[in-house]
């Protein structure tokens, strides 16, 4: 069993970091919805290697999900992950009940604006005003000195640097890469839905997505083609349903023809019923 202290109140946090804040230490933090596993446990390691007190939030967050989503059915694992949060090097625990993240008498929230309608937004209306309403209230609850996101969530993690930036948000953000399954399949806590048959299905996305980016990196710069080989490939997947597959402005996101600028390819696609997100990206290439 783990020692690793958990808070549920706001004002428990507050005490919590206020007293490692005056004993000098820089504080770090890891959002997450829990379900951990060793992508989460990177990050945690991470914000330790460039903090000294970093508080793990545990919370799912019900603004980010739409009403079909998986909110109630999303797997809750406090105890393994205080395990995972222990062995990784956090030093606490934000747990809260949505009642305390959210009272009844609240009604602010942070707009993305556009940034929230590429990508994820169209089928997920509302989840990055949730997203970002739900960093920012954790922000000001813990107020680290540095964030750590992952890179999987690509979107996600491009739409809270600009709320940072645009907010002025006094708070570091490091982006941790994607940790992976041995053979390929970025980790997630919604792997565990997928069937033993979707789960040996799921790592093609990953292939596809470096094919095409090899494509692209060996000399094709038509997005139109290169878009359509993205299509073409994961529609070969058994039982599976591709909700988007895009190659965008690494930075805003928006559509590109050419591949003249530092490229994100982002896929979401749905194995079964389980919809899967992954993403690579195109460094800044010269033509010759
Ligand atoms: P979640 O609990 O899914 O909301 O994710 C919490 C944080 O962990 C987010 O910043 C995610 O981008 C990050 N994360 C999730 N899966 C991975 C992974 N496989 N590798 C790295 N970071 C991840």
Known sequence: MSAIPVANSILAVRKAVAAARTSGLRIGCVPTMGALHEGHASLIRSAKAVSDFVVTTIFVNPTQFGPNEDFTKYPRTLEADCETCAAAGAD?????????????????????????????????????????????????????????????????????????????????????????????????????????????????????????????????????????????????????RLDYAAIVDDETMTPITQIDRPALIAVAIYVGKTRLIDNVTIPQTTTI
């Open 92 to 240: 606490l625990i934000f747990a809260p009940t949505a009642e305390e993240m959210y009272p009844p008498n609240a009604f602010a929230f942070v707009d993305v604006g556009t940034l929230g309608e590429h990508l994820c937004g169209p089928s997920r209306p509302g989840h990055f005003r949730g997203v970002c309403t739900i960093v920012m209230k954790l922000f000001q609850i813990v107020q680290p000195d540095v964030a750590v996101f992952g890179a999987k969530d690509a979107q996600q993690a491009r739409i809270i640097r600009r709320m940072i930036l645009d907010l002025n948000v006094p708070v570091q953000l490091m982006i941790a890469p994607t940790i992976r399954e041995r053979d390929g399949l970025a980790m997630s806590s919604r792997n565990r839905y997928l069937t033993p048959i979707e789960r040996s299905r799921a790592p093609e996305i990953y292939r596809v997505l470096c094919e095409v980016r090899d494509r692209a990196l060996h000399g094709e710069r038509d997005v139109a083609r290169l878009e359509s080989a993205l299509r073409g490939m994961l529609e070969t997947i058994p039982e599976s």
